[in-house]
């Protein structure tokens, strides 16, 4: 371990270790991993892999992260962003801590090679210098990098450089490149290096020998590297908390009243950070004025100052604060001065329910739930796709151009019948011009706390414990009863109770499919008719189709020749379904098919039409109707378990339920009871 600031020198100059500043270790840290182009709401941004990656990554937030990467990115290149912060405002709930977690637990990982490593320096045998009392060695209380003391060695700047370059060997460019990041020592570190410098009378090397290299403590509870300071109450909160204060200790030490090092930085929260690392302000439009005010003049001059004192710091401030708290703050026109020091950046919901499925797995918990009786807690297979939908619907805005339905699966980047993503760009710019940030695409709606505790409350019912099952279809009790607690505008209730309802009927639906995979003793039944119905509607104006309607297509799974039998009374049951009456509306219809097939098979082989919801419907339906017709229905076969046929059916439903689909007694039985029944019918 190279300790001593001579080593250090020829380390940085051999690529063994690196000066850079936080912002460009943050920006390498996330432009060195992979990154990606991808399309979110019909535009096109990046995807960078690093906030994809870990057990409890992040999910989504595709516009946020793109924001804070251009924002660094700026700061890194010497850009305006270097003397802002960087503010997450939204609703609570939305993911905006959890970002910030994450993105400082990265931080820590990656500094923790020696290359990546931040690393400071101490003032050894300082009681030989005699104005220290007791107190044996110094380090630099805002980790200063060792290279800010080697820019600033001598008092005379030309002969730092021909030093740096005939001893340690620094070629002109390097020079260059390590002079861009100058800053001067902070007011102790100077202070005490001009002391050691009178003591040996400029002996560069009895000067040297005085110091020691040492790497800045990656700890997390020590607040180094990466700090937080919660938003406090107005009377115990004070600016001590943020740059430190006179240390008592010190004074019984040091009898100069000039000396800075009578100041213990290191008793606040930016110190701690100041060597290359990340502050996070949590809710920092809650804290007082005159503590905003000391935030103002560190996220502008990069310094801590006290008492006229200065020491320079290199610090990443990340803060984060709620719709709420941040309007009260701009209706303040006296405190405009500190937000034009911010990169404000409005963080929107999650609005794609495919990923809300992987937020809403969170939210249940990875941890293997069990009953107050110790049992295991069964999860049925469709509670993740309900809760979902139901806090995804609650998140996008009404639209005259868009149904609820039609926008949630646009934003999946799913079909939605004849609308395109096209439109559903147009309706996100005309929301999102809109000047009040709460009436914009994705910035209201039940967020993942509220969802959290509709979990919590599933868990505790007694229902979900006798049965040991977390039944998909009492989620939406526990989201009407979260809404009607926890949402304190009328009009944001009676919004969230109507999409509630959508997510019932849509539950309903994909209960209809379940239903019918089940009664086809195939996880996958339903599928392989939806692919029928386009393959036939493909194959029926084919020049080879012969006189047996025959048909050989090319599996695009597989590369296999398959071949079809063309059911024309399939086909037309399916249409009559979808409430297709002329030909010409039949025509349009499997022209629109057809335009999507042709589009999503050759970016995606393994598509299979199963998120156009009409057609699924449409052919469960039709399914449902022809192979049971002799039992009535299977509704009425199910309900009615008076005879031995129909008995022997719902047991083969049961078994097809409990040992292919996932479900167990209780959820099983309970989902064929509400298919028998006419609850939130379409």
């Given amino acids: 371990m190279g300790n001593t600031l001579q080593e250090h020198l020829h380390k940085v100059k051999a690529g063994q270790r690196s000066f850079e500043n936080c912002f460009q270790s943050v920006a390498r840290m996330i432009l060195d991993d992979e990154f990606e182009r991808v399309t979110v709401n019909g535009k096109t941004t990046y995807d960078f892999k690093l906030f994809r990656k870990g057990k409890k990554h992040i999910i989504g937030m595709y516009d946020e992260i793109n924001s804070f ?32 977690d994450f993105l400082c637990n990265k931080y820590r990982e990656f500094l923790m090679p020696e290359k990546n490593g931040k690393f400071t320096f101490r ?79 400029g002996d560069l090397k009895d000067m040297l020998s005085r110091v020691e290299v040492v790497p ?78 000391v935030y103002l003049g560190v996220i502008q001059n990069r310094q801590i100052e ?35 020091r911010c990169r404000i950046c409005y963080v929107s919901h999650n609005t794609n329910y495919r990923l809300q499925q992987e937020l809403t797995a969170y939210a249940i918990g990875s941890e293997t739930k069990t009953t107050l009786d110790k ?56 929301l999102n011009q809109h000047p009040e940030v709460t009436k914009r695409f994705g910035q209201k709606g039940l967020g993942q706390r509220n969802l959290g505790r509709a979990v919590q409350l599933m868990v505790e019912s007694s229902e979900t414990n006798e049965g040991q099952c977390m039944f998909a279809h009492d989620c939406f009790k526990s989201l009407e009863r979260v809404i009607l607690d926890y949402v304190p505008e009328a009009g944001d209730r009676s919004k969230y109770l109507e ?121 469960t339906d039709v399914r449902l109707k022809s192979d049971i017709a002799g039992a009535g229905s299977l509704v009425g076969a199910l309900a009615n378990r008076s005879n031995e046929e129909n008995q022997k059916l719902y047991n083969r439903i049961v078994d097809t339920m409990l040992h292919k689909l996932g479900y167990c007694r209780t959820c099983a039985e309970k989902t064929i009871e509400y298919f028998c029944t006419q609850e939130d019918e379409v």
């Fill in 499 to 619: 999409d509630l309802k959508t997510a019932k009927t849509l539950y309903r639906e994909r209960i209809m499919t379940e239903m019918f995979n089940a009664y086809m003793d195939e996880p996958l039944a339903i599928r392989k008719d939806v692919l029928n119905y386009v393959n036939m509607i493909i194959g029926i104006d084919a020049d080879n189709l012969g006189a047996d309607m025959m048909w050989k297509y090319k599996d695009p799974q597989t590369g296999e020749l398959r071949a079809i039998k063309i059911d024309d009374r399939f086909i037309n049951s399916v249409e009559k379904q979808l409430g297709l009456e002329t030909a010409e509306q039949r025509e349009t219809f499997r022209t629109s098919v057809r335009k999507i097939y042709g589009q999503k098979i050759s970016v995606d082989p393994n598509y299979d039409f199963m998120d156009n919801l009409e057609l699924v419907k449409a052919v």
């Fill in 69 to 100: 990467v251009s924002y660094v990115k700026d700061a890194s290149e010497g850009g305006s962003s270097k003397e802002m912060a960087f503010v997450l405002v939204g609703e609570p709930g939305n993911g905006k801590t959890f970002f910030v």
């Fill in 123 to 201: 003032f050894k045998n300082m009681d030989q210098l005699g104005n220290y009392g007791q107190i044996k060695t110094i380090e630099s209380q805002t980790y200063e990098d060792p290279m800010v003391l080697a820019m600033n060695l001598l008092p005379d700047a030309g002969q730092t450089r021909k030093y740096l370059s005939s001893e340690i060997g620094f070629s002109d460019a390097q020079l260059e490149k390590i002079y861009e990041d100058y800053r001067p020592l902070g007011a102790s570190s100077g202070y005490i290096w001009y002391e050691i410098m009178e003591q040996t009378g």
């Fill in 216 to 293: 800045v403590p990656l700890v997390e509870s020590l607040g180094t590297i990466t700090g937080k300071y919660p938003a406090k109450d107005k009377i115990t909160s004070s600016s001590v908390d943020l740059i430190g204060e006179e240390s008592i200790q010190r004074m019984l030490h040091i009898s100069d009243p000039n000396n800075p090092y009578r100041y213990d930085l290191r008793r606040g929260a930016l110190a701690r950070v100041a060597g290359g690392g990340i502050h996070f302000c949590d809710e920092i439009y809650k804290n007082k004025k005159d503590l905003i005010q």
């Fill in 375 to 430: 049992e295991k807690l069964h999860q049925d297979p469709n509670l993740n796709y309900a809760a979902s939908a139901a806090v995804v619907l609650s998140r996008l805005p009404r639209s005259e151009k868009l149904t609820p339905v039609e926008t949630m699966k646009l934003a999946a980047g799913e079909v939605a019948g004849e609308k395109s993503i096209k439109t559903l760009s147009e309706v996100i710019d005309t």
């Fill in 306 to 340: 006290l008492d006229g004192y200065k020491w320079p710091i290199d610090t990443l401030i990340i803060a984060t604060s709620n719709n709420s708290e941040f309007y009260q703050f701009l209706s303040e026109k006296e405190e405009a001065p500190i937000v034009d």
